[in-house]
């Protein structure tokens, strides 16, 4: 179990940071997902782990997304704080050996995360699952608790998007 | 996928690998705390249930919990009431007396329950001390026998034993 969490916890965070384009959310959410996936799912085997894990994490991010909905709601009537913090700006890692080659990855890494949150949470979850973390289109499906071939759907049209936000020339 | 697009998906690939790799030291150390504080709650819960007392006790309110659901569904409570109100209802639907009688048949219980009073007191007077001790003639039966056809002593108790 800790071999596994130590495996996923790095690309969790990083779909829920896409996802909710804040580090402390993000954080949050990747905590909430393992404590509840140890919670329930820890006697399943390890097979579907993934999927399952991933499963919690989409919740997670869907919740927060509704309370960030009302949140908003208060804010426009004047009852919240307002947020206006470029979010990409909160995780950057400065640290590069070579500054011309880090900047480059920087503003090729930030446009990509930039298209990523801006598309359909369905179709973001699809290429993360599929693209990035390669999980089946079966295990993406348990994943998004959805059918396979939604996922299919999901997955094509998140790719068609995501060439239409970069251009032909990225990175 | 053509080929175009495969492209795009590595290269996406390549540099959430490499975000993901340059994490900063920071957020690598909450993730390993979020990481321990999940595997101490798994340890946590394994103890928990681990303790055969509370293992005990839980089954034994699991099974206290279900027999008292199966006894008010399918018990043999539920059953003898059904059963005693269609008796009821049956006796009601084939008298021959009237309705009205029913209606008022708490009266009538109750009028039959002062008239055994009555009786049960009366028996007791006739058996009381100061009657006499039953002596021959005494008794409505004028053969030394009360009315109850009792004779001395053992009338008297067995009266009050009637009413006790």
Known sequence: MES???????????VALIASRNREDAL???????????????????????????????????????????RSCLRWIGLGAADDRDPWEQFEDARSPDPEHQTKVNHASRALQQALSELPLRQQQAFLLRGWEELSVAETATSMGCAEGSVKTHYSRAVHALREKLGDHWP | MNEQERKLVDAAKKLLDQS???????????????????????????????????????????????????????????????????????????????????????????????????????????????????????????????????????????GISRII
């Open chain 1, 28 to 70: 949050d959410l990747v905590q909430e997902a393992m404590c509840k996936f140890v919670e329930k799912y820890a006697s399943r085997p390890s097979e579907e782990w993934k999927p399952l894990f991933y499963r919690i994490l989409h919740n997670g991010v869907r919740d927060l997304s509704r309370r960030r909905k009302v």
């Open chain 2, 20 to 158: 993901t790799a340059d994490l900063d030291g920071e957020t690598l150390t909450r993730l390993t705390r979020a990481r321990n504080r999940a595997l101490a709650r798994q340890t946590e819960r394994r103890r928990l249930f681990r303790r055969p007392v509370l293992l005990t006790g839980m089954a034994a309110s699991l099974a206290t919990a279900a027999a008292v659901v199966l006894l008010a569904f399918f018990g043999p409570l539920g059953q003898d009431a059904a059963d005693q109100n269609f008796v009821a209802d049956m006796g009601l639907l084939t008298s021959d007396e009237s309705i009205e009688f029913f209606e008022d048949i708490e009266f009538y219980e109750w009028l039959s329950a002062v008239d055994g009073e009555e009786d049960d007191l009366s028996r007791v007077d006739g058996d009381r001390p100061f009657a006499g001790p039953a002596g021959p003639g005494l008794g409505p039966a004028g053969d030394g026998a009360d009315r109850n056809g009792c004779r001395g002593a053992e009338c008297g108790d067995v």
């Open chain 1, 4 to 14: 596994f969490l130590q495996s996923i916890e790095r690309p969790a965070y990083r």
